[in-house]
């Protein structure tokens, strides 16, 4: 666990942190940009507002519930600043990497639960839509 991770597995570390993070933050700008319209009731943009600003504080918690380690110790905050330097990657053992990893894997499973959560809030609002457009035509309202 202490031994040195190669340079190919940090910069694949390196990579898939920050392609979670690109994506996450491509989602939010998305889901806040057409979410926050007016293309969705105000209950609907409160919902989704709460989904995404609870995010961070739900990735902490989950982050905390998996308990310190002593690599965490070490490498506590690598995840949030896995770069290196000018010249690459810097050094990093198993355990801290395995840590990382797993930092990784924890944003990334919380993000896909807001996801979950905004999906359903629109879902919900796009049945309530179909079923006000159904009423209309059973008493005769057409486009």
């Known amino acids: 666990q202490s031994q040195a991770i190669s340079s190919a597995h940090m910069h694949k570390l390196t990579s898939m942190r920050r392609d979670v993070i690109l994506t996450v933050r491509e989602v939010v700008s998305v889901v806040s940009k ?48 896995i770069s290196g330097s000018r010249h690459g990657p810097s050094t990093i053992s198993a355990g801290t990497a395995v840590v990382a990893a797993q930092r990784i894997l924890t944003l990334a499973t919380e993000s896909m639960d807001m996801m979950r959560g905004v999906t359903g809030v629109v879902r919900e609002s796009l049945e309530r839509a179909d079923a006000w457009v159904e009423r209309l035509k059973t008493i005769g309202v057409q486009r």
Request: hydrophobic letters at 40%; a positive charge.
């Open 34 to 81: 057409y979410g926050g319209s007016a293309a969705l009731p105000e209950p609907a943009r409160k919902a989704m507002k709460s989904f995404i600003l609870k995010l961070p504080k739900k990735v902490g918690e989950a982050m905390k519930m998996s308990g310190p380690s002593p690599e965490m110790h070490a490498g506590m905050s690598l995840a949030g600043s």
